[in-house]
């Protein structure tokens, strides 16, 4: 009787092990089939791992606050064109987001950092081999993960540490790109 007991406890330990396992790793899962989808180009597959409404929206709040800190405060209430400006920006940075924020925006910002093609500031390199461009090509596209709670984890580019990717947990296995920190 006493064995059974043990064996029952054993097992439920080992399934309770498991599943802690398998929810601490899963951002880890997630990034590889990102990585695997970013190899293939295949911007389908990795908008699976995006969240496009609420990534749009938080990217949208990030361009907005810098435009107005950018553009002088006017109160002034006899200033008949002081709030066209944050109107305007708040329309072009808008329709800016919607159109970049899309299956291929998302693939060009996990692979370069940035919307629209790396524009490199070093002089261009001489061709050493295949083997030297994939290992760049990895170099840029190996991420690191470190966990923010039990629900959101910060990607960043080795290449690239100071811009992140921040994931949100969807599910108790899933992973959704919710925010990029620059």
Known sequence: MKS???????????VVLAIAVLLYASPYIAMHSIKKAMDAQDADAL???????????????????TIANRLPQSEDPSNPLG??????????????????????????????????????????AQN?????????????RSFSLTYQGFSKVRVFRKSQPGSAFIFRRDGLMGWKLVNVDT
Not at 97 to 121: E, H, R, W
Request: charge should be neutral; charged fraction near 15%.
């Open 128 to 140: 050493d081999g295949a083997a030297s461009e994939q290992a760049k090509g990895n170099d840029e």
């Open 83 to 124: 709030g066209i400006g944050q109107a305007l920006g708040s329309i072009v940075v808008g329709a800016a987001v919607d159109n970049l924020v899309s299956p291929a925006g998302v693939m060009m910002l996990m692979q370069t950092g940035q919307f629209g093609p790396k524009v490199s500031q070093s002089k261009p």
């Open 4 to 14: 059974s007991k043990n064996v029952v406890i054993a097992a439920v330990t080992a």
């Open 47 to 65: 908008a699976q791992y995006v969240d496009f409404p609420v990534l749009r929206e938080n990217l949208k709040g990030k361009m907005m606050s």
